[in-house]
Nanobody, 120 residues
Framework: QVQLVESGGGLVQPGGSLRLSCAASGSIFSPYNMGWYRQAPGKQRELVATITSGGSTNYADSVKGRFTISRDNAKNTVYLQMNSLKPEDTAVYYC??????????????WGQGTQVTVSP
């Protein structure tokens, strides 16, 4: 079992910055890819950024150049640095961990979400 707890959300003005954290706890028996997803009101949950156990990153086009995902394996924590925030970034942000159970089989874990609101 893996537990994920997000923190760092809040209210910020356009152009501002926030840093989200995702702390993982519990047993981890295989390498994990980590990711951040978000869901805005009336929209589907969408990928924001991912980072593999080896540190390779991937970003949604909408956040490239503004957001940075990173991980500190010693602290079992994943971060999302969000700069130049826009009102359209407003959403609940969810931390995701994807375990590789065996070849071609993965298992996903999710945090409870943290609200990010970008507004004057």
């Amino acid at each position: 079992q893996v537990q994920l707890v997000e923190s760092g959300g809040g209210l910020v003005q356009p152009g501002g910055s926030l840093r989200l954290s995702c702390a993982a706890s519990g047993s981890i028996f295989s390498p994990y890819n980590m990711g951040w997803y978000r869901q805005a009101p009336g929209k589907q949950r969408e990928l924001v950024a991912t980072i593999t156990s080896g540190g390779s990153t991937n970003y949604a086009d909408s956040v490239k150049g503004r957001f940075t995902i990173s991980r500190d394996n010693a602290k079992n924590t994943v971060y999302l640095q969000m700069n130049s925030l826009k009102p359209e970034d407003t959403a609940v942000y969810y931390c995701n961990a994807r375990a590789f159970v065996r070849p071609s089989v993965t298992s996903d874990y999710w945090g409870q979400g943290t609200q990010v609101t970008v507004s004057p």
